[in-house]
């Protein structure tokens, strides 16, 4: 049962061009989202959340946008850079404090 | 450096043996949490200790175990290791103060049965 799910496992994007990765999701218990990076040999790190009771976070580059009557969040990088590159989990949290993840999207930013 | 470790980093071992993994978490941080990436998998939650408790089980097998010690540091036990086990092992922790929980992830063990 993936309550959780990534559909597109890579994606390649030109430097400076906007990157969406998406995420869907089942539970519509999760009382909010998060979005963590992670790079080759590392664990995740925290990227950005939001709650669900909010259909939009910024901060910086980075935007995540929530449909929950579609049941669907995304992520917005703008612009991207070489740097992103990196792969890219959605996770839906209770507050039970458990995260429950979706398999993961390679981004690749080309220079 | 999320301030969460993780020894070792690598482990190779046999089928049929037993490993134990080792996670100290962020200082003050109350809950540790383990979790699983196999090839073509998300991360795949396993178990969540708070404070020396279990709090929440996931997709863990019997041949699994862990606990959390008075320290807070917690060990993920795995014995009767098959092939399929070999995957990259994560421990995240986080004060679990209630609301959104950021979890900090270790680097993980790399976990390679023979």
């Known amino acids: 049962d993936q309550q959780v799910k990534q559909n597109s496992p890579s994606l390649s994007v030109q430097e400076g061009r906007i990157s969406i990765l998406n995420c869907d999701y089942t539970n519509s218990m999760f009382d909010y989202f998060l979005w963590y990076k992670k790079y080759p040999a590392e664990g995740p790190t925290f990227l950005i959340s939001?709650?669900?009771?909010?259909d939009k976070n910024e901060d910086g580059r980075f935007t995540v946008f929530l449909n929950k009557s579609a049941k669907h969040l995304s992520l917005h990088i703008v612009p991207s850079q070489p740097g992103d590159s990196a792969v890219y989990f959605c996770a839906g949290g209770t507050s039970y404090g458990k995260l429950t993840f979706g398999q993961g999207t390679i981004l690749t930013v080309h220079p | 450096d999320s301030g969460v470790t993780q020894t070792p980093k690598h482990l190779i071992t046999a089928t049929g043996q037993r490993v134990t993994l080792r996670c100290s978490p962020r200082?003050?941080?109350?809950?540790v949490y383990w979790y699983q990436q196999s090839l073509d998998q998300g991360l795949q939650f396993l178990i969540q200790?708070?404070?020396?408790?279990?709090?929440a089980k996931g997709n863990i097998l019997e041949r699994f175990s862990a606990q959390q010690f008075p320290d807070l540091h917690s060990e993920l036990n795995l014995s009767s290791l098959e092939l399929g086990d070999s995957a990259l092992y994560f421990c995240a922790s986080s004060a679990d103060t209630g609301g959104e929980e950021k979890l900090f992830f270790g680097s993980g063990t790399q976990l390679s049965v023979l």
């Open positions: 200790y708070y404070n020396g408790e279990e709090r």
């Open positions: 939001i709650s669900s009771i909010k």
């Open positions: 200082s003050g941080d109350l809950s």
